[in-house]
């Protein structure tokens, strides 16, 4: 059994080799090892962020602000425009790093990153002016301000992450 379970423990910044059943119960300490990929973290970090997980919990907030921001329109009409709003940012988040992906396509790593920022940026203003539009949100400036710093900052640091992640993927 513990044969079977050596050639797939990991450490974090190493992957023990068994590469004959000689090595397999030697102590890890005497096992070759080899450096884990350098972009193992990025990976990480950019599966995190197309994760519902993420979407669910950045809409969460927006949604929180939008409330706060719209109360005076009164409890339900606020609570409504909250929950429209955190819907369409948990949406955008996730289905923005999606067309994030497409608009980087297989261009050359600045041009898709410009793209995919330029894009990215584009999807979620667009999607937020008619959600907003539709819902007759009086403070609708309000409302959308707090997002666009991190907006810009997400979009421009996944745009950068698929530089990394997708160049260092590819030989």
Known sequence: MFNTAVPIM??????PVANSMSNAN????????????????????R????????????????GAWAVWAN????ANLALTIGAAHWATSALLTFFGTMAMRRFYGAADSRHGGFRAFAGGLTLTYASLFTVHGLLGTQHLLLTLAPGIV???????????LLKRTIKAATP
């Open 47 to 62: 599966y995190l962020m197309d994760s519902w997980f993420g979407a669910l919990l950045g809409g969460g907030v927006y």
């Open 26 to 45: 030697e102590a890890a300490s005497s096992v070759k090892t080899i450096p884990a990929p350098k972009n193992g973290g990025l990976r990480f970090v």
């Open 10 to 15: 990991r450490t974090p910044n190493c992957q």
């Open 71 to 74: 109360w005076a329109q009164g």
């Open 150 to 160: 991190p907006n810009v900052l997400f979009c421009a640091s996944y745009a950068l």
